[in-house]
């Protein structure tokens, strides 16, 4: 029975090219990224330039710049390496359901059952090709290695001309010829070895079993037994993340929400990437800021239907920083996307067009952040008789029918207007008859529509009573009046306070 | 533009020439019993189909039989087409039928809601299917214009924008915002019906539309019930058409209970007495409940 066979994907210099991976315009400069503070900061990684001028890792910054006066120098980022991370999991999550996160842009990933999927000779080289292609799309510059233990792939993963893949069952030939610091040895055990003279994999493994163990202890046997391509750790799928993550850390702080929305676009955009690579949508948007000094602030924006288009989420994410500002210099932000299926639908070639339901998700999250939440949506009457009443429920609308129908003739009907809220009237009455009625003026600077005249024909009173169990009851006499200078209108006296009210216009 | 070629049989429609006919096609077309010639069509007749339909379907019919007789078929595809009426004009009542008669057959639709006057019950009443309708109500005519380019741009057949009674709130607008909303409604082939109480879109309206003011119908002389309301609509304008042109709107409250959500229940002069039996008055149709 053969046994498993897994991909190591490894990102070279990790926190180099998750920084990278945020701000691509630096990819052509001499950067480098350090860990520490001020001059006692030391430089972990840096790129060709900055290599090409001698600049090597645990060199201070000043030492750094010495050798490299153009140097861009970058801290480490947890929450750039965090999505950096992310991002490289579902590059692998998009060929299996089995994927470890090994952490520091170092994923392995079960290949069984992948290879039907690509017929060439050799579907493991094709399956590499494949990882690297897919992951350089996202931005990472990855390495790939295959073999059938995690050691193995992950020393091949490490090697130039990528892919490599060590056939099942060669995994101690392929290690033999590599320098023992491919194993990663613990340091007294390196130096041990170098004194006895032990170079290279191959070397090691030839020395007995249970010399090695009863001179270098437990770490010392397992060493061995990784060197004669031994690997029992078994391949520890992750669950997937329930939220997905984007950010950084700010070079300095800002106080402005311009500059702000700059760095936050790029980062959405690559939110959004990484949304529509997992077919998925955004349904609630996160935003945690790190305030300078110190503190934090979290807000979220719940989306009328799941959307990853950038510009509206922007939108969104300005309008709600504009309402609610942090009130102190961001340092640093980390975007929450809340996944989502997206909707979608099958397009009828008969019947009335139908949206697309992306397309529609995104103008129904773009209105919201235009009118409010309270006043977009699909109209419904509400039980009751109080025509000002209504409620609002998400748009949704139902698949179109399969084939087009030609509308029925109208049957006319008068409809009315409402006026919300009603407008206070004086009336003149005459045997409880509207005789002459006129609005109410509180504010003149108030924009409100005015009715006045004398009735010339009134109808009614019309009874309404209705919520007397509740709070707020409502008791109405109604009248339909027509005004002698036009107009017909829909009034009605409060039975609980005698106060009349216009609330409607027939129109 | 999504081609209604279903209403139109392949039987109504005319093959091409023999001339015409590449040989292939008409040796397959001899081959075929008669009946069946028909089913079998060139790229070009095809084409010619599509294109007849797209003509026939260059108009949004509205079921209001004065507007859709004035407008030869019913709203241009499109176009701006504005409606104009002051208070008790029908011009609501038509707005809501054309978003009934659309959203009744399948179709979605807008209402940008300025004036804030829908009741939905109203509505539904009229036929109009609420699960297609998507009602916006703005704060002022600058969003009420940005929210109608919107719903534009993103696919909507048919947009209504009404901008209330006056005072409008935000004024005429800016003509340039105008052109614009006409412009999305051509790109996107939508039909947008601007119902305003006083011409606000300038040169961007491809049709202007007017509607006197109302009159009432009453029935009854000493206890007068309205029965409905009839106005007059008239043509302004309309490239290639001469303006004039009337036609008469009636409108009536119908059977339907609640145009107006009130029910019309008579209110009772007197005290109503405790009886034990509700049934008689249950069946008299003043109990509801």
Same mark, same amino acid.
């Given at each position: 029975?053969?046994?498993?066979?897994?991909?190591?994907?490894?990102?070279?210099?990790?926190?180099?090219?998750?920084?990278?991976?945020?701000?691509?315009?630096?990819?052509?400069?001499?950067?480098?990224?350090?860990?520490?503070?001020?001059?006692?900061?030391?430089?972990?990684?840096?790129?060709?330039?900055?290599?090409?001028?001698?600049?090597?890792?645990?060199?201070?910054?000043?030492?750094?710049?010495?050798?490299?006066?153009?140097?861009?120098?970058?801290?480490?980022?947890?929450?750039?390496?965090?999505? #950096?991370?992310?991002?490289?999991?579902?590059?692998?999550?998009?060929?299996?359901?089995?994927?470890?996160?090994?952490?520091?842009?170092?994923?392995?990933?079960?290949?069984?059952?992948?290879?039907?999927?690509?017929?060439?000779?050799?579907?493991?080289?094709?399956?590499?090709?494949?990882?690297?292609?897919?992951?350089?799309?996202?931005?990472?510059?990855?390495?790939?290695?295959?073999?059938?233990?995690?050691?193995?792939?992950?020393?091949?993963?490490?090697?130039?001309?990528?892919?490599?893949?060590?056939?099942?069952?060669?995994?101690?030939?392929?290690?033999?010829?590599?320098?023992?610091?491919?194993?990663?040895?613990?340091?007294?055990?390196?130096?041990?070895?170098?004194?006895?003279?032990?170079?290279?994999?191959?070397?090691?493994?030839?020395?007995?079993?249970?010399?090695?163990?009863?001179?270098?202890?437990?770490? #010392?046997?397992?060493?061995?037994?990784?060197?004669?391509?031994?690997?029992?750790?078994?391949?520890?799928?992750?669950?997937?993340?329930?939220?997905?993550?984007?950010?950084?850390?700010?070079?300095?702080?800002?106080?402005?929400?311009?500059?702000?929305?700059?760095?936050?676009?790029?980062?959405?955009?690559?939110?959004?990437?990484?949304?529509?690579?997992?077919?998925?949508?955004?349904?609630?948007?996160?935003?945690?800021?790190?305030?300078?000094?110190?503190?934090?602030?979290?807000?979220?924006?719940?989306?009328?239907?799941?959307?990853?288009?950038?510009?509206?989420?922007?939108?969104?994410?300005?309008?709600?920083?504009?309402?609610?500002?942090?009130?102190?210099?961001?340092?640093?932000?980390?975007?929450?996307?809340?996944?989502?299926?997206?909707?979608?639908?099958?397009?009828?070639?008969?019947?009335?067009?139908?949206?697309?339901?992306?397309?529609?998700?995104?103008?129904?999250?773009?209105?919201?952040?235009?009118?409010?939440?309270?006043?977009?949506?699909?109209?419904?009457?509400?039980?009751?008789?109080?025509?000002?009443?209504?409620?609002?429920?998400?748009?949704?609308?139902?698949?179109?029918?399969?084939?087009?129908?030609?509308?029925?003739? #109208?049957?006319?009907?008068?409809?009315?207007?409402?006026?919300?809220?009603?407008? #206070?009237?004086?009336?003149?009455?005459?045997?409880?008859?509207?005789?002459?009625?006129?609005?109410?003026?509180?504010?003149?600077?108030?924009?409100?529509?005015?009715?006045?005249?004398?009735?010339?024909?009134?109808?009614?009173?019309?009874?309404?009573?209705?919520?007397?169990?509740?709070?707020?009851?409502?008791?109405?006499?109604?009248?339909?009046?027509?005004?002698?200078?036009?107009?017909?209108?829909?009034?009605?006296?409060?039975?609980?306070?005698?106060?009349?009210?216009?609330?409607?216009?027939?129109? | 533009?999504?081609?209604?070629?279903?209403?139109?049989?392949?039987?109504?429609?005319?093959?091409?020439?023999?001339?015409?006919?590449?040989?292939?096609?008409?040796?397959?077309?001899?081959?075929?019993?008669?009946?069946?010639?028909?089913? @079998?069509?060139?790229?070009?007749?095809?084409?010619?189909?599509?294109?007849?339909?797209?003509?026939?379907?260059?108009?949004?019919?509205?079921?209001?039989?004065?507007?859709?007789?004035?407008?030869?078929?019913?709203?241009?595809?499109?176009?701006?087409?504005?409606?104009?009426?002051?208070?008790?004009?029908?011009?609501?009542?038509?707005?809501?039928?054309?978003?009934?008669?659309?959203?009744?057959?399948?179709?979605?639709?807008?209402?940008?809601?300025?004036?804030?006057?829908?009741?939905?019950?109203?509505?539904?009443?009229?036929?109009?299917?609420?699960?297609?309708?998507?009602?916006?109500?703005?704060?002022?005519?600058?969003?009420?214009?940005?929210?109608?380019?919107?719903?534009?741009?993103?696919?909507?057949?048919?947009?209504?924008?009404?901008?209330?009674?006056?005072?409008?709130?935000?004024?005429?607008?800016?003509?340039?915002?105008?052109?614009?909303?006409?412009?999305?409604?051509?790109?996107?082939?939508?039909?947008?019906?601007?119902?305003?109480?006083?011409?606000?879109?300038?040169?961007?309206?491809?049709?202007?539309?007017?509607?006197?003011?109302?009159?009432?119908?009453?029935?009854?002389?000493?206890?007068?019930?309205?029965?409905?309301?009839?106005?007059?609509?008239?043509?302004?304008?309309?490239?290639?058409?001469?303006?004039?042109?009337?036609?008469?709107?009636?409108?009536?409250?119908?059977?339907?209970?609640?145009?107006?959500?009130?029910?019309?229940?008579?209110?009772?002069?007197?005290?109503?007495?405790?009886?034990?039996?509700?049934?008689?008055?249950?069946?008299?149709?003043? @109990?509801?409940?």
């Amino acid at each position: 029975m053969p046994g498993p066979r897994i991909a190591c994907i490894h990102l070279p210099l990790f926190p180099l090219a998750a920084r990278l991976r945020s701000e691509p315009e630096l990819i052509r400069e001499a950067v480098v990224v350090t860990e520490g503070n001020g001059n006692a900061a030391r430089v972990v990684a840096g790129t060709r330039l900055a290599r090409e001028a001698g600049v090597k890792p645990g060199h201070t910054l000043p030492q750094a710049r010495a050798l490299c006066p153009k140097l861009v120098a970058r801290p480490r980022d947890e929450e750039c390496e965090r999505a #950096g991370q992310e991002a490289l999991m579902e590059v692998a999550e998009a060929f299996s359901p089995r994927v470890e996160d090994a952490g520091e842009g170092v994923t392995y990933v079960d290949l069984e059952g992948l290879e039907r999927h690509f017929r060439s000779p050799s579907p493991e080289l094709e399956m590499g090709r494949s990882l690297i292609a897919a992951a350089d799309k996202a931005g990472l510059p990855v390495r790939v290695g295959i073999a059938s233990s995690k050691l193995a792939a992950r020393v091949a993963a490490g090697l130039p001309d990528s892919p490599v893949v060590v056939p099942e069952g060669e995994e101690a030939a392929f290690l033999a010829p590599l320098p023992l610091a491919k194993l990663s040895p613990e340091v007294d055990i390196a130096s041990t070895l170098e004194q006895w003279g032990v170079r290279s994999i191959g070397d090691f493994a030839r020395l007995p079993k249970a010399r090695v163990a009863s001179r270098l202890g437990r770490t #010392g046997r397992e060493l061995h037994a990784t060197a004669r391509g031994i690997d029992p750790r078994p391949l520890i799928p992750r669950e997937p993340p329930p939220v997905f993550h984007e950010g950084m850390n700010l070079e300095w702080p800002l106080v402005s929400l311009e500059p702000f929305l700059f760095v936050g676009r790029a980062a959405l955009e690559r939110l959004c990437e990484r949304l529509e690579s997992a077919g998925l949508a955004c349904q609630r948007l996160g935003l945690e800021l790190r305030l300078e000094p110190d503190g934090h602030q979290t807000r979220a924006v719940d989306l009328p239907a799941p959307t990853r288009d950038v510009k509206t989420l922007l939108t969104l994410l300005r309008l709600d920083l504009e309402e609610k500002p942090p009130g102190a210099p961001v340092a640093g932000f980390t975007l929450l996307a809340w996944p989502d299926r997206p909707r979608e639908a099958q397009l009828a070639l008969y019947g009335p067009a139908a949206l697309s339901p992306d397309k529609l998700a995104t103008t129904l999250a773009r209105l919201f952040a235009l009118l409010g939440p309270d006043r977009v949506g699909s109209p419904r009457p509400v039980d009751g008789h109080r025509p000002e009443r209504f409620s609002l429920v998400e748009y949704t609308p139902p698949p179109p029918p399969e084939v087009r129908r030609e509308p029925r003739a #109208g049957r006319g009907l008068l409809a009315v207007r409402v006026l919300r809220p009603p407008l #206070g009237l004086e009336v003149i009455s005459e045997s409880e008859k509207p005789v002459e009625i006129r609005t109410v003026v509180h504010d003149e600077s108030e924009k409100r529509p005015r009715v006045e005249g004398r009735v010339k024909v009134a109808s009614g009173p019309w009874g309404l009573e209705e919520g007397w169990w509740t709070e707020e009851p409502a008791g109405r006499d109604y009248w339909d009046v027509e005004l002698a200078g036009g107009g017909i209108y829909r009034i009605y006296r409060d039975c609980a306070t005698g106060e009349w009210f216009a609330d409607g216009i027939y129109d | 533009m999504a081609v209604n070629l279903q209403r139109r049989t392949l039987e109504d429609s005319p093959l091409e020439e023999p001339g015409l006919q590449s040989p292939a096609l008409l040796r397959l077309r001899s081959a075929l019993p008669q009946g069946f010639q028909r089913h @079998i069509r060139s790229a070009r007749e095809l084409d010619r189909d599509l294109r007849e339909a797209q003509e026939t379907e260059a108009t949004f019919r509205t079921a209001v039989p004065a507007l859709d007789r004035l407008l030869e078929g019913g709203l241009p595809r499109g176009q701006l087409v504005e409606l104009v009426g002051s208070r008790t004009s029908g011009r609501f009542s038509t707005v809501l039928a054309a978003l009934a008669a659309a959203t009744s057959v399948g179709e979605v639709a807008a209402l940008v809601d300025l004036g804030d006057g829908l009741d939905p019950a109203a509505a539904e009443a009229l036929g109009a299917d609420l699960r297609r309708l998507l009602w916006l109500r703005p704060h002022n005519l600058k969003q009420a214009l940005a929210a109608a380019e919107m719903v534009l741009a993103s696919g909507f057949p048919l947009v209504a924008l009404d901008l209330g009674t006056p005072p409008v709130r935000g004024g005429r607008g800016v003509e340039a915002a105008w052109l614009r909303l006409a412009r999305a409604a051509r790109a996107h082939n939508a039909a947008l019906l601007v119902s305003t109480p006083y011409r606000v879109s300038g040169t961007a309206a491809g049709v202007v539309l007017k509607a006197e003011r109302a009159r009432a119908a009453w029935q009854g002389e000493s206890l007068p019930l309205l029965s409905g309301a009839s106005s007059h609509l008239q043509l302004e304008k309309q490239r290639g058409r001469l303006p004039g042109q009337t036609e008469e709107l009636k409108l009536t409250l119908g059977e339907v209970p609640v145009p107006s959500s009130v029910p019309r229940v008579k209110k009772r002069e007197e005290p109503v007495e405790w009886v034990e039996d509700w049934e008689p008055l249950r069946a008299a149709g003043g @109990i509801r409940y």
